[in-house]
């Protein structure tokens, strides 16, 4: 049975309430409905295989965040951060992650064609066999 669930921003502020029975499903919910989650608090939460191509993630607080095997083609990530995460498997294509701060992330496996990395900090983060043609991904040093 779901319940009721909020999805608040880092500064508290609700962005979108719905009946899930997940964070996962409330944030999928939201996405769906084309909801920007610019500033959505999704530390620690599990969010494999996340349908986001083209979504608003503008200063998401990721720390901790799962979102292995997730479509983030085309998603606005300007300015998240993530650490201690985990965006192994991802699409990645054509996603802005500018200013992005990413620390012990693993990337492995993903595809960031076309992504635009410009000024993102990304330490200790580990990319084996990521596809990178086309972006500005010499910040992973891959």
């Not at 599990?46 to 990721?62: E, P, Q």
């Not at 990395?117 to 330490?123: E, F, Q, R, S, Y």
């Amino acid at each position: 049975m779901s319940t009721r669930q909020i999805l608040r921003a880092s500064d508290s502020a609700v962005l979108f309430q719905g009946d899930a029975d997940s964070m996962a499903e409330l944030v999928q919910q939201a996405i769906d409905l084309g909801v920007s989650l610019a500033g959505a608090d999704l530390a620690g939460h599990d969010l494999r295989g996340l349908r986001a191509r083209g979504a608003g993630l503008t200063g998401a607080v990721l720390t901790g965040a799962w979102l292995d095997g997730s479509d983030l083609s085309y998603a606005g990530m300007d300015g998240v951060t993530v650490t201690l995460g985990s965006m192994a498997d991802c699409d990645l294509r054509k996603a802005t992650l500018v200013a992005a701060s990413c620390e012990s992330v693993t990337f492995d496996r993903s595809d960031l064609t076309g992504a635009n990395l410009t000024d993102a900090v990304v330490t200790d983060a580990t990319a084996d066999s990521v596809v990178c043609d086309e972006a500005n991904a010499e910040v992973l040093g891959v």
